[in-house]
């Protein structure tokens, strides 16, 4: 949630309209599932020349995502970097009323979504290869509810706590864990 110390709240459209590039949202999540790497590693995980690396870091650093981490080089010549934040959340009603703000929020919403889509299509590509203890837990699955506002703000909530939840279970160390992605939406559906 917002109130976290991890979590960077955005409201500035810039920083949306930055972090909306497919390319810069995948070195964050990089990042943050990895943790810190250098421009090298970045580079051979994402499939993209070492400088356009180092310019769309640079363009997350402007904004706040990323941040150096100068004390893990073993040389001058050696960049590392870390995800600045665990977290980046926006509230689009907070958006509503400024149309410069919410066009970036979408912009942003739609580019990482994409970026979802993306991630589930190689996890299927990769599905007959996994374990099936790992295909087992796998679930996909959707529900049409019929809810007031207060409702969707209390499911929201629940939603939430949930996910922080497990996260804090979440620990990559153990020796059988690997990166779960766990993404929910709830909306008012067209009429």
Known sequence: MADEPSTLHLTDPRAMRALAHPTRIRLLGE????????????????????????????????????????????????????????????EPVDLLDDPERRLASDLLRRAVLQRYVARFEAYLDAEATL??????????????????PDELVELRRELSELGARWQARSNPDRPDARTVTLIWQAYRGPQ
Request: charged share 25%; hydrophobic share 40%.
């Open 131 to 148: 374990d099936p203890a790992w295909v087992r837990g796998t679930t996909s699955s959707d529900s049409f509810l019929h809810l007031t």
């Open 31 to 90: 990042l943050r599932i990895r943790g810190p790497q250098t421009v090298g590693m970045l580079s051979e995980i994402i499939d993209e020349a070492v400088g356009s690396v180092s310019y769309h870091l640079g363009k997350l650093a402007e904004h706040g995502f990323v941040r150096e981490a100068p004390e893990l080089a073993r040389n001058r010549r050696e960049r590392w970097w870390r995800a600045a934040h665990a977290r980046t959340d926006w």
